[in-house]
């Protein structure tokens, strides 16, 4: 069974016997790529929602239950054989991944604007390049360096002033020229935003590790396995700081869940619909999508180097994401070349 891995952006997904993109298949999926960044940016604004009142990690850990409930009720008629797990020990560490990426995600949505929290989840193409060439041996040339380089330097630029905020910098000019430089409440702020970057790098090295363990193993049981880890773990530890839920609080969650499997399914029939390449670059409209319900829902408004930090990210990945495409295509031509 031939598996491919998509990774120029979204969340890592598993195409099961992808076909051949079809003719004409571009708009199509143009409009998958939109839909899915809709259902994304729909997500982010419910857990922003709800996690003001209900604890993070039980939204994480409920929303995790309703997804495997879900999934068994498919998997289970067609038999054991989808649940079936051969590399065990890589699973267990994606499970564990998945848990600090659900949890910590969720805390960062309801803590942080949505449009910062956006822009960061951009730098995941990044990590994956450079556990490209750290872990996997894959060669990283001088442009895709740059490109990379670049990335992490929008990180900073979004970090500094954004997670930091004005009244910091002048406590740390007020500390440079000999004041008591003590912690105010913006220097808080830091933390979360570099939860929000550490975030990245755990879906970047999930991304590697789905990678290693779709070589044997079957993607039905690499997505329900770690959910169900996620829900049970989760759920366990939101069971000390439970907040029941309002009739409209559990009918959210569930519109919740069905966001995020719609995003799913969405990324999945884009990238059938057409080249990885062309339709990749359509998700960056989760950018301006992730600002706009920030003013007009939170009354968030991003600031100019949040902004900037934000377009530098975008331009650093999705630069790196059409080199991929490219050289992706000139193997394929020699391997066409090859064939007798």
């Known amino acids: 069974m031939k598996q491919h891995l998509l990774r120029l952006g979204g969340p890592a997904v598993i195409l099961d016997r992808v076909p051949r993109a079809p003719r004409g298949g571009l708009v199509r999926g143009i409009v998958w790529m939109v839909s899915a960044s809709v259902c994304v940016t729909v997500m982010g604004a419910l857990v922003k929602s709800l996690g003001q009142r209900l604890p993070p990690v039980q939204l994480a850990g409920v929303r995790a239950a309703v997804m495997v409930a879900v999934m068994a009720l498919f998997m289970v008629p067609k038999g054991p054989e989808l649940f079936r797990v051969r590399r065990w020990r890589l699973l267990t560490v994606r499970s564990l991944l998945l848990t600090f990426i659900n949890g910590a995600g969720f805390w960062t949505l309801s803590v942080l604007p949505l449009f910062f929290v956006t822009a960061v989840s951009f730098t995941k193409p990044l990590f994956i390049t450079l556990l490209a060439a750290l872990v996997l041996g894959e060669t990283i040339r001088l442009r895709r360096t740059l490109a990379m380089v670049a990335g992490f330097a929008g990180v900073l630029v979004t970090l500094?002033?954004?997670?930091?905020g004005p009244e910091t910098v002048a406590s740390a000019a007020a500390a440079t020229a000999g004041g008591d430089g003590g912690a105010t409440p913006a220097m808080v702020r830091l933390v979360p935003a570099l939860v929000a970057v550490s975030i990245a790098l755990a879906m970047a090295v999930s991304v590697v590790v789905v990678k290693r363990v779709s070589e044997v193993d079957r993607p039905t049981a690499i997505v329900f396995w770690p959910n169900l880890a996620v829900a049970v773990l989760l759920g366990t530890a939101s069971l000390f700081i439970w907040v029941p839920p309002t009739p409209l609080e559990w009918l959210l969650i569930v519109?919740?869940?069905?966001?995020?499997?719609?995003?799913?399914?969405?990324?999945?029939?884009?990238?059938r619909c057409t080249e990885a390449g062309l339709v990749a670059p359509f998700e960056y409209v989760r950018i301006p999508l992730a600002a706009g319900v920030g003013v007009f829902v939170f009354a968030e408004?991003?600031?100019g180097w949040t902004a900037a930090g934000a377009a530098i990210i975008a331009g650093s990945t999705l630069y790196i994401a059409r080199r991929e495409a490219a050289l992706g295509k000139t193997a394929r031509g020699r391997d066409d070349t090859d064939d007798p």
């Open 160 to 164: 500094v002033p954004h997670a930091l």
């Open 255 to 271: 519109v919740l869940a069905a966001a995020g499997w719609a995003a799913q399914q969405s990324f999945l029939r884009a990238y």
């Open 301 to 303: 408004i991003p600031t």
